[in-house]
């Protein structure tokens, strides 16, 4: 089950950062890139200590990947890209798509497309159902109910 269906989590992180501040991370192998990393990472130091909310975002986004480095964070996202592989994905698979999807706009129903499963499944949710935006956070009852039914057709086969 993926809510929403996200093809490239890097691509948000990205493209909220200002210019240049990732230039050359995913263009650069080895020390090259060791040293575009440090630069990155010790110039978001420098501003994190001085904002509270920014030190929580970068320690929120990187917690999962188990590092506290945003450079390695985005490097372990950006080796996740479902872009090439999506087209493998041959198991039963339900994609949640949430109108007003804040970080990954329109990916839900890139990944439907690209995927290849003979039971794949696309729900939408709106506004007008309370279940929009990331992860229907306004609606979660209707959203586990989706995602129950579905589990409970898909192991029923």
Same mark, same amino acid.
């Given at each position: 089950?993926?809510?929403?269906?996200? %093809?490239?989590?890097?691509?948000?992180?990205?493209?909220?950062?200002?210019?240049?501040? *990732?230039?050359?991370?995913?263009?650069? =192998?080895?020390?090259?890139?060791?040293?575009?990393?440090?630069?990155? /990472?010790?110039?978001?130091?420098?501003?994190a200590?001085? /904002?509270?909310? #920014?030190?929580?975002?970068?320690?929120?986004?990187?917690y999962?990947?188990?590092?506290?480095?945003?450079?390695?964070? #985005?490097?372990q996202?950006?080796a996740? /890209?479902?872009?090439? %592989?999506?087209?493998?994905?041959?198991?039963? *698979?339900?994609?949640?798509d949430?109108?007003?999807?804040?970080?990954?706009?329109?990916?839900?129903?890139?990944?439907?497309?690209?995927?290849?499963?003979?039971?794949?499944?696309?729900?939408?949710? =709106?506004?007008?159902?309370?279940a929009? #935006?990331?992860?229907?956070?306004?609606?979660?009852? #209707?959203?586990?109910?989706?995602v129950? /039914?579905?589990l409970?057709?898909?192991?029923?086969?």
């Amino acid at each position: 089950m993926a809510d929403p269906g996200a %093809v490239q989590v890097w691509q948000s992180w990205a493209s909220n950062m200002p210019p240049g501040a *990732i230039e050359g991370l995913f263009e650069t =192998t080895g020390a090259e890139q060791e040293q575009v990393a440090k630069e990155l /990472d010790e110039g978001l130091a420098e501003y994190a200590a001085q /904002d509270p909310d #920014l030190a929580f975002a970068v320690a929120f986004r990187t917690y999962p990947y188990g590092t506290d480095s945003l450079s390695n964070a #985005l490097l372990q996202a950006k080796a996740m /890209d479902l872009t090439d %592989v999506a087209k493998d994905i041959t198991m039963p *698979i339900l994609i949640l798509d949430p109108e007003g999807e804040q970080f990954w706009p329109g990916e839900s129903q890139q990944l439907y497309n690209m995927a290849s499963s003979a039971n794949q499944k696309l729900v939408e949710f =709106t506004a007008a159902e309370g279940a929009d #935006l990331h992860c229907e956070p306004k609606a979660i009852g #209707l959203r586990n109910q989706v995602v129950f /039914d579905w589990l409970d057709e898909i192991l029923s086969r």
